[in-house]
């Protein structure tokens, strides 16, 4: 395809899109509840189709010598499937929050105002090789009455395409509008330029994946971008910590599930308890076979082996088993280290004095900032979201978990009886 | 200057705003209320040299050959600086909506939740020749903790050093902490490319001016950008209006002030009631020196000289004595219409039918749907929100009139007794 012929084509589908956004705006609760059954449905019922997709996925990236942790998170199976058709059901069941009225007020000239939750309209996903997005995201966008454009890797596209079939089709059967869930069918990598640039028609843009991609998305875009970043998240012990909560606490962030944007990354222990901390998460570290990178403090304390630390290892989200720790003379350094360093994603801290939590709290500037838990609480699941979309590094719109609301807007309505300005 | 000497004094500015935007994150209410007023005192106290800086933006301005309208715009005089100062001090007593606490709740686990209203952080502001949008939008940013970058026109430059030099003066003298609001001294057209690419320091940028301004800016920003773009704002007149109120409200939606965004731009006019509607509003639009554009039926009807429109009326913001006029088969082309060639800011119906009504303000796509009142209420002081940094047109964030609490964040707050993930 020529790039002319991309662009046409994307905005096509752009056009298309908008005009299934107003039908989709008129769909009742129940009926999108109905059609979100009914894609599950057409999942199971394809799941032949649908694996056959993939394993043409599978051989071409065999041959193009994928990873092996790609191929992993490339492949379905009826497990797999079985999985992304229940996260349909669930998303059936999660409340509504599109005609929520968010407030309500009448002025003095009499002029009732009301603020409602509405779709945003149309939102593009850009993602990468995992096709369980395809259903996830178009669910979630689906639910809140938004169409989507979606643009997925192009390791993905033949599962991407059949997975976006089986949501079509059982969709429409169950009353879709035509063009609410639309895959762009090509990869060639124009298209997420052409997208990013479509701002009549692309209300909103999330990238989902690596950090070369949102980068790219969010220098071409003109329409909002809500990102998620990096997460370098730091859990700080303060002096009077109770010192195994803050073992505790730390080797849950570091290592339940150490890939994720929410896992730990550099802690921060106050120079008073170096000599009786260190030595005692130190231990911990090593047994759960974590690699540390301290500063002289840490070195001189940990008493298990660990390499020094550079300025780099303070602004370095690992994703693997690996810590960075710095000593600090109290919480205005650790403050000042995580606003400098960090990802303003989530950060902890570990104290017994309420005014001292409260403090971090108020000038840590951060998405979630924690008092005595694991940074891994930053999850859409964990706040009771039900579902999330992501985890907003952004400070606009929305910040932390995104769930339903968060793929909201509003309108005001205003009712009157004939007012007129004077 | 050189572009990498305007890029690097940029960076600069960018860098001491974040190290501002913390310390102003820690003022309480009361300290702001007090800066802000000491402000307006240094305002009042400076008006000669203030009233100097203008002369000479006067004087460079009709050796430019600037326009009356442009003129009356730039000049500041006793009064008008007067207005500034009372503007900042209605800003002091508005209510301060950082801290507000927006949700609270308590997991199974015991973890507790709370989402808290932080200010954004640093904000750029670009804006066109009127000096007194310096005060105006640095009083708003900073009434919520935020620190600005203001980057006003070059026509206004010496009026801006002016009162720039005033707000910082006089804050500071009441504890705004340095470089909370730095005016970049320099016009170089380059360094609205700059701000829009420095998004590790500034969260937001809103531009105020044009719609060549903010189509440049939203084409560079890597940052969220809130636009306030057209108001092609419609009345649609239904078969069953009252014809006195509708005439009243189109008039007063056209004429009140029909330079400004939220004024009336297109009628529509239910066909079963262009032969009484039309000589009627015609007579009143005739009245008040409206030009009118209308289609066939229109113009047959309005028993006054009108134009004949075409297609490009319909998406012609006038700002201006002018008005188009379509005659519709009904509501669902009306919303058609609306969502087609408007610009998603501002439409009204009259009708006496409710449920009519209210399907007009769930299907029109547009931040402020009215029914039976005049589109100039989509405003910030209409809606009660004391002061208004302008009139959002995106979905992001803040749709329709953005107040102080548009102006702001969130973040969360968690607590917990040592909780970790399963």
Chains 1, 2 share one sequence.
Not at 66 to 83: C, E, I, Q, V, W
Not at 235 to 252: K, L, R, S, T
Not at 308 to 314: G, K, S, V
């Amino acid at each position: 395809m020529t790039d002319s012929e991309i662009q046409s084509a994307i905005l096509d589908m752009g056009r298309l899109a908008r005009a299934a956004s107003y039908a989709l705006a008129k769909l009742t609760t129940e009926q999108k509840n109905a059609i979100l059954i009914a894609m599950a449905d057409e999942i199971m019922a394809r799941q032949d189709a649908i694996l056959a997709a993939n394993a043409l996925d599978l051989a071409r990236a065999e041959v193009n010598g994928l990873s092996k942790a790609m191929l992993d998170r490339l492949t379905l199976d009826p497990k797999r499937l079985n999985a992304i058709a229940e996260a349909l059901r669930e998303v059936a069941l999660l409340p509504d929050p599109v005609g929520e009225k968010l407030a309500e007020w009448t002025r003095p000239n009499g002029l009732r105002i009301r603020k409602v939750r509405v779709p945003i309209g149309v939102i593009g996903i850009i993602f990468e090789s995992r096709p369980n997005v395809t259903t996830d995201a178009a669910s979630l966008c689906f639910k809140t009455g938004n169409a989507t454009i979606l643009r997925g890797g192009s390791e993905a596209i033949d599962s991407n395409r059949a997975l976006a079939a089986a949501l079509q089709a059982g969709g429409e059967r169950a009353g879709l509008p035509p063009d609410s869930i639309q895959l762009i069918p090509f990869t060639d990598r124009s298209s997420v330029e052409h997208m990013a640039k479509m701002d009549q028609y692309l209300d909103l843009i999330i990238p989902r994946g690596g950090k070369g991609l949102i980068e790219k998305v969010v220098a071409t875009a003109r329409m909002p971008v809500i990102k998620h970043y990096d997460g370098i998240c730091h859990v700080y012990v303060h002096a009077d910590a109770d010192q195994q909560m803050a073992a505790d606490i730390i080797i849950n962030s570091k290592c339940q599930k150490p890939g994720v944007c929410n896992a730990l990354e550099t802690i921060l222990v106050h120079q008073d308890v170096a000599t009786s901390f260190y030595p005692l998460v130190g231990k911990r570290l090593a047994e759960a076979k974590v690699e540390i990178r301290g500063d002289a403090a840490a070195l001189q304390h940990l008493g298990v082996p660990a390499k020094a630390a550079t300025e780099e290892d303070w602004t370095t989200e690992y994703l693997d088993l690996i810590l960075a720790a710095k000593t600090v003379t109290g919480i205005d350094e650790a403050i000042l280290h995580i606003n400098r360093y960090g990802s303003h994603h989530t950060d902890s801290i570990i104290t017994k004095d309420r005014t001292v939590a409260e403090r971090f709290q108020h000038e840590v500037d951060s998405a979630v900032v924690v008092h005595n838990a694991s940074t891994r609480f930053n999850d859409g699941g964990e706040f009771g979201f039900g579902a999330e979309i992501g985890i907003s590094t952004d400070k606009l719109h929305a910040r932390g978990p995104m769930g339903l609301a968060e793929l909201c807007s509003y309108k005001y309505w205003l009712d009157g009886t004939g007012q007129v300005r004077a």
